[in-house]
């Protein structure tokens, strides 16, 4: 009259129970948890090689900015000087103040720098490498150590060069080699004033292109021309004048205009234009930045 209840039966249901458990374990264990590639750290340990990551892949606070132009970016860590690199980065960095920046340290082209790569905001990405793109184009200025620089190289005033007969005939036996195979004569100076502008000699009421521009180093009454400078230390160039800094370095004086009807024209903001200079490095902060490309490399 009453049902019995067979010993087995909760056995069964016991073994069922733990059957399923297992299952929902099993395929937990399924769901492989993807690491991030971005390794945190400081940007100091970063760029010092103190922290390891695969692919050299970091993440970092988003530092403050020294100077941004273009694709490229200089960040100051102390005395020394780190390079970010972005697409259209001059005009987004601003933008960037308080996230995490997933970077790649890159070490070609010198000097060792970051490509952007990912922006986290609040603990969510915002951007990656599907939605970045790597920067086609971007300039670096090509840095020297100071075992490289020659630090006793003469001094002389090349601001003081002037225009007239005598002034240029003074120049030409202080700052051109006597003969035809003579080394060039390279010296320590510095220029307080100096411009980027449509070139002197471009024809009058000429529309000038970006290869008819040109940097002048102005002098007191004249000025010479910059010739054979590097893309990286007309980058460098535009950050002192952007920052009122004057050009302080060494410079091989190329060649002087001796042609008087040339050289006796006073052009606005330049004065009477003397020569071609080039500009074989130049300071800023610690660091010394190659003004030309050797062609030895």
Wanted: hydrophobic content about 40%; charged content about 25%; proline content about 6%.
């Amino acid at each position: 009259m009453f049902g019995a209840t067979s010993p087995r039966r909760p056995v069964t249901v016991l073994l069922l129970v733990v059957l399923a458990v297992t299952l929902v374990g099993l395929a937990g264990c399924g769901k492989k948890e993807i690491a991030d590639p971005y390794v945190y750290d400081s940007l100091r340990s970063v760029t010092r090689g103190d922290t390891l990551s695969v692919n050299f892949r970091f993440e970092i606070d988003a530092p403050a900015f020294e100077y941004v132009r273009g694709n490229t970016a200089i960040i100051r860590d102390g005395n020394l000087l780190e390079f970010l690199v972005a697409e259209d980065l001059e005009s987004n960095h601003q933008r960037l103040a308080g996230t995490l920046l997933g970077v790649r340290k890159t070490f070609s082209p010198q000097p060792t720098h970051l490509v952007l790569e990912r922006i986290k905001r609040g603990g969510v990405v915002e951007a990656d490498t599907n939605t970045l793109r790597r920067p086609a184009h971007y300039t670096l200025p090509r840095l020297l150590r100071a075992g490289a620089i020659d630090t006793k190289l003469p001094g002389a005033p090349l601001p003081e060069i002037g225009f007239k007969q005598d002034e240029i005939k003074e120049a030409v036996s202080t700052y051109l080699p006597e003969k035809e195979g003579d080394p060039e004569k390279t010296i320590a100076s510095a220029f307080a004033n100096f411009a980027y502008r449509p070139r002197h000699d471009l024809a009058a009421g000429a529309t000038p292109s970006p290869e008819d521009y040109a940097w002048y180093l102005i002098g007191d009454t004249s000025s010479l021309e910059v010739v054979e400078l590097s893309e990286g230390a007309e980058w460098m160039l535009h950050l002192l004048k952007d920052k009122d800094l004057p050009v302080i370095g060494a410079f091989t004086v190329m060649a002087l205009e001796e042609e008087w009807t040339k050289r006796r024209v006073e052009h606005p903001g330049l004065g009477h234009v003397v020569g071609k200079v080039r500009i074989d490095w130049f300071q800023y902060a610690n660091t010394y930045v190659e003004g030309f490309e050797k062609k030895d490399r």
